[in-house]
């Protein structure tokens, strides 16, 4: 007999639990930092994970921040002072080591969020966050979570970047209602 959805869902849980349990405060902290300090901030990632950017950029210019998704035709250009966050959840892309080389020749920093502490784009940047989480690059083989393919670094990625703006939102004395004061109007 097939697990019942409660049981899957206690099992995802469990491997998101496991995942949280393992991401390094000092690690956020640096994250947040550079966040706050940034001029302008520019926001990419492909696919699913580039889904959970779109929706830290939202929350970053719900904070009153000047964050951008790469590839918007809004989006400016980068340079000193300001901020490159990518995700490469399995190490290194083509097209993220790109990004990443334009954005430090105009002189802005590069932060990437990545399941591959290791990877060429964990090397390259400026700041890594480490959510250390089954990626596609790894869901072959060892212990595999209940959620197929990148899934788990994906839900990890959401939930870090909403607890990522709840810290950011105090240090900034941001509150839900400024945030909420620029949230669209147009829906």
Do not use: W
Not at 157 to 183: C, I, N, P, S, W
């Amino acid at each position: 007999m097939a697990d019942t959805i409660n049981q899957m869902g206690d099992r995802a849980l469990g491997d998101l639990t496991a995942v949280l349990a393992n991401v390094e405060d000092a690690a956020v902290d640096r994250f947040i930092a550079e966040l706050a300090s940034a001029k302008r901030i520019a926001l990419h990632g492909l696919g699913r994970e580039g889904l959970q950017m779109r929706g830290l950029a939202m929350r970053l210019f719900h904070m009153g921040l000047d964050a951008h998704v790469v590839g918007d035709m809004t989006t400016p250009p980068l340079g000193a002072g300001d901020l490159l966050i990518v995700s490469a959840g399995p190490g290194d892309l083509q097209t993220i080591a790109a990004l990443m080389n334009i954005a430090k020749a105009a002189g802005a920093k590069t932060t990437v969020v990545t399941a591959q502490a290791e990877g060429g784009a964990a090397r390259r940047a400026d700041c890594v966050l480490l959510i250390p989480a089954q990626a596609i690059a790894n869901d072959q083989a060892g212990k595999l979570s209940i959620l197929p393919m990148g899934s788990l670094y994906e839900a990890a990625q959401m939930l870090v970047f909403e607890l990522v703006v709840l810290k950011l939102r105090d240090r900034l004395g941001e509150t839900a209602e400024t945030m909420r004061a620029r949230h669209t109007n147009l829906e």
